[in-house]
Every structure is written in C-alpha cells, then in structure tokens.
C-alpha cells in the first residue's frame, strides 16, 4: 500500500513538472506577442504544442484592417510556401507506391524542355532546387496576368520559356518554378489534379475541413486579407494578387496545422523542421522541433511570423531575446528620412546589431524593394547605390540596382550594372536575360 502511494505521489509530481515546463514556455510565448500585440507589430494567430497537446493559442489583430473585423482563432490565412511541404509529401507519398522514382528524368513525366535539359533534371533535383529553374513570380508575364494562371499546366507553359540559371545539378537556388513544374509531375504520376490529390492525401483524410487549394477569386469564409504596412505603421488590407500554385497555394488555419504536424511527425519522427511562407502581405511558420514541440504561427503581415519563431527559439533554449521593435523597414525609413543617405550609411551597421541582425547586403536589398513598392523609387535607387557602395563583392546588388537603373530610364548605367554580375556571376541567366532586352 505504502509503494502503490508513493507511485500515485512519483506519478502525479512527473505529471506536474511536465506540464509546469509546458505553461513556461507557454507563459513566455505569451508576453513575447504581448510585446508584439502592444506596438500592432503582429496579426494573426500563434498556437504552441507539445506533444500534439495545445498548451497556447491566441489570436491578436484584424483579419480585415480597413473594417476592423477582429482575427479569431480559427481565422484562415495563406501560408504561401508552406504549400511546399505538401507537394514534397505528395511526391515522397507516390515514390512510396511506386508510381515514380526520384532518379526519374524530368522529361518521363514533363514535356516542356527540349530532351537535352529534361533529361538531365530529375525529380530528386526539383525537390531540393538544384534543377536549375528560377521564380516565375519575377517573369512579367505572370506579374501582370496572374488571374489568367489557373491550371498547372499555365504554369507549365510559362516556365517552359524561361532559361536555367545553372546547369542542372551544379548548384542550388530557390526555386518557385521547380516547385510548380513538380505539380505537373504529381498530375502525371497520379493521373489525378494537384488539388485532388492535396484533397484526397491530406485535407479529407485528416480531418483539415479549413484547408483550401484556393483560386484568386474564391471567397472563403472566416479567411484573413493581406495586409500592406507603411512606413509609419498604417496598414490597409489588400486583395489576394497571386494565383495558386504547387510552389504556393493552400489556405490553413492553425487547428488544421495541427492536424498536419501529427501527420508529419509519424511520417519524419527524426525530423526538426521548420519551414516559412510569405509574401509582402502575409507570413506564416510551421516549426516542429526535436523537443516535441510545435510552433505555429499565421500572419496576415509580413515577416513578423518568422521574427517571433526566432525568438521562441531562444525561450526554448533559455537564452534572451531582444524586444520586438519595429520592422527594419521603417526604421531604416525614418532614418533615411532625418539623416539622408549618408546618415543612413552611417548608422546602418549600428541600425542592425541593435535589431539583431547581421550586417550584410540582404536589408537594404529588401529595403529597396520595400521602397519601390511604395512607389518612391528615387530614394530606392539612392539605397540600391548605398547598397553597391557597402558590399562591392556581391553580385546580387548589382543586378537589384542594375533594375532600379533600368525602371528609372537610365538604360546606359543598367547594362553596366547587369555586365558586372555576369563579370562575377557569368551563369546568371537573368542578368543576361535584361542585358539582351536592354540592348535591342
């Protein structure tokens, strides 16, 4: 009897302590978005697992900024390429039932390339981005006519003109494009539509009734809207501008991510994986740790999903985190706006240790984008010029400001940019690509 008690009293201790860690952590999540939902630096939803046990989830924001519809729960974002995931698991599913083979050549499944580059690409290369292929969300085409891209096979007959950027298999470089040709391989394969099968292997199967395969013009009920952020904090919810694709395309809510980590967990028990998705508008994390841990958050903002799983990141391993500040964005806005650029250049490298980050060429890269999509492009430039000036060995920011040259009419100093990224990068097709249309 004495035994029997002391295994009651070991047994409920064990179950106490367990679950004290489990409320920690999720304490500590709980004042890193309160810190965020304070500044209006987060929107959307933020759920924490342990074990496939909910231990926080919260919802913060507007699903809609401009009405002011608040964010609830069970409120349905765009994952955007977190959709990868489910194409890899479908390809890895069908290679399981025999139905392809990851050495299988491009060109068994896919006739877009003459048979010289189709047969060189195999399946295992467009999952791991090593085809060669780029981002059809950069081809004009697609910018300006996305609503037209409905079926894989639009997507297909895009990329079909588009040049590799390396040969295949002698590099890395992410890859939308591949993603979307690996769609035209499921259909293929499967002899059923991409959106069947996420159907079909995912969505009905476990019980993901708030997942959709969504076209730019469906309406989903209880779903959030981008959201467009200025550079003094306003936002306004924007229209879905991207039509579905293999490389992104699912809507989600966090229970139904839930479901899918239970999937994942049985199918890669080895695995600690944490995957992104985004756009300017949107942002979402799927991180499943080895700790049995998973964090998943969805935002109708962008980036700001990616910062809080950094910081968790640190909660987890007890270490400190710096305090949500402003996005670098407007940060690096107001202080171009005081100080001019060369205020900028000046504080840039103190800018980014304060924010934690590191000091290389990739912030004021975005930035100028940042700044070209809000429409001040003199000032992209002037930070494109900075940019060239601070990190002369990287060829990307000569090919970003080779285009901020060309936007801006100055065709003479945008063919001298693009020459100096194929100097450096003589396999970057895209630089080669604007060269040839520039000097037509």
Do not use: C
């Not at 006739?111 to 085809?131: C, H, R, V, Y």
């Amino acid at each position: 009897m004495i035994r029997l008690k002391y295994f009651l009293v070991l047994l409920v201790t064990v179950f106490l302590l367990k679950n004290s860690f489990a409320d920690e952590y999720s304490d500590k999540l709980g004042e890193l978005m309160n810190a965020y939902d304070k500044q209006q630096l987060f929107s959307g939803v933020v759920m924490l697992a342990k074990d496939g046990n909910v231990v926080f989830h919260k919802s913060y924001g507007y699903a809609d900024w401009s009405k002011q519809t608040a964010n609830n729960k069970q409120t349905i974002f765009f994952i955007a390429s977190i959709t990868k995931t489910f194409t890899r698991e479908i390809v890895n599913q069908l290679e399981k039932e025999g139905k392809l083979s990851f050495s299988d050549p491009l060109s068994k499944y896919v006739s877009i390339f003459p048979d010289a580059i189709g047969n060189k690409i195999t399946i295992q290369m467009l999952l791991e981005m090593k085809a060669g292929l780029g981002d059809y969300l950069r081809d004009p085409n697609y910018r300006q006519h996305a609503e037209n891209f409905r079926t894989i096979n639009d997507y297909l007959q895009l990329i079909k003109n588009e040049p590799l950027l390396f040969e295949p298999g002698t590099n890395t470089e992410y890859s939308n494009s591949g993603y979307a040709v690996l769609g035209g391989v499921i259909e293929k394969a499967s002899g059923k539509s991409y959106a069947d099968n996420l159907k079909e292997r995912f969505f009905e199967p476990l019980g993901m009734k708030n997942s959709y395969y969504r076209q730019m013009d469906d309406m989903i009920p209880n779903s959030a809207m981008g959201s467009e952020i200025n550079f003094a904090n306003k936002k306004r919810s924007m229209p879905m501008e991207i039509s579905p694709s293999p490389a992104g395309g699912i809507f989600t809510n966090a229970e139904d991510m839930l479901k899918f980590d239970a999937y994942m967990r049985k199918a890669h028990p080895s695995n600690g994986e944490i995957v992104a998705g985004g756009t300017p508008t949107w942002n979402s994390i799927f991180a499943q740790y080895k700790s049995g841990y998973t964090l998943i958050v969805l935002s109708n903002f962008g980036r700001v999903a990616e910062e809080v799983e950094e910081r968790f990141r640190k909660i987890l391993k007890n270490e400190k985190y710096t305090e949500p500040k402003l996005p670098l964005g407007m940060t690096l806005y107001k202080t171009l706006e005081d100080n001019g650029i060369e205020g900028l250049e000046k504080d840039l490298k103190n800018i980014l240790q304060q924010n934690d980050f590191m000091y290389n060429d990739m912030h004021l890269n975005k930035f100028g984008y940042e700044l070209v999509q809000a429409g001040e492009n003199d000032l992209a430039l002037e930070v494109f010029k900075l940019n060239a000036k601070l990190f002369p060995d990287v060829p990307n920011v000569y090919d970003s400001l080779g285009e901020a040259y060309m936007n801006a009419g100055n065709n003479e100093l945008a063919i001298a940019n693009y020459k100096k990224v194929l100097e450096m990068r003589p396999q970057n097709e895209n630089a080669r690509r604007m060269l040839e249309k520039l000097q037509k």
